[in-house]
């Protein structure tokens, strides 16, 4: 079984959560495989570079399960990609409704993690849009962690979004995570491995 990281907007492969997913596994889990994503900055070129790395990934491997992990926009794009893998998705704090969120942020950008220059545009939002009437909520797949302190996102949005899946809501974690993700891997993981 695979594990696989999808970071949300200005993050990247190397992001704090991706290391300490692998850090776990590499210590507790031997027998899984752990692959942190990477894919471009902009929606619509995200989406498919996470769709055709998938697709490969089926080919080459097409009696493995994968789970993936998604963070914030990494959420959002994890939705998606579970209805159309058929696969399950582990959401810590998923972005819902993001052409909403990004309407405020059209502008040039600089990823930190990754050091991309990319821009987000007007143009993008009917894109997200439509993604987003086309989300297939599948609750069978998914587990959602959200945290109370969440001042990135509301999480209010996705109790809605997501009320017929297993959420798990942590009163004091903020957007990040940051007192205790490591706590929750081992959540994650049980929920990957159940049949």
């Excluded at 696969?87 to 502008?107: D, S």
């Excluded at 987000?120 to 587990?143: G, Y």
């Amino acid at each position: 079984m695979w594990i696989a990281y999808v970071h949300g907007f200005l993050s990247g492969p190397n992001a704090v959560k991706a290391h300490a997913l692998k850090a776990y596994i590499d210590e507790h889990e031997s027998d899984l495989h752990f692959w942190a994503l990477d894919f471009p900055d902009t929606p619509q070129e995200a989406l498919a570079s996470l769709q055709e790395q998938l697709s490969a990934w089926k080919k080459e491997h097409p009696h493995e399960k994968i789970c993936l992990v998604g963070s914030s926009m990494g959420g959002f794009f994890s939705t998606l990609l579970s209805s159309q893998f058929a696969c399950k998705a582990a959401l810590l704090n998923p972005c819902t409704h993001p052409q909403e969120y990004f309407e405020a942020l059209c502008g040039p950008y600089v990823n930190p993690l990754t050091e991309r220059h990319f821009t987000l545009t007007p143009e993008m939002l009917p894109f997200l849009e439509s993604l987003d009437r086309a989300t297939v909520i599948r609750p069978e797949l998914l587990q959602v962690y959200l945290g109370g302190k969440d001042r990135t996102l509301d999480y209010r949005k996705s109790l809605l979004r997501y009320n017929n899946c297993d959420i798990r809501f942590y009163k004091d974690e903020d957007h990040a995570f940051t007192n205790n993700f490591a706590a929750l891997i081992p959540h994650i993981i049980a929920f990957a491995r159940e049949i």
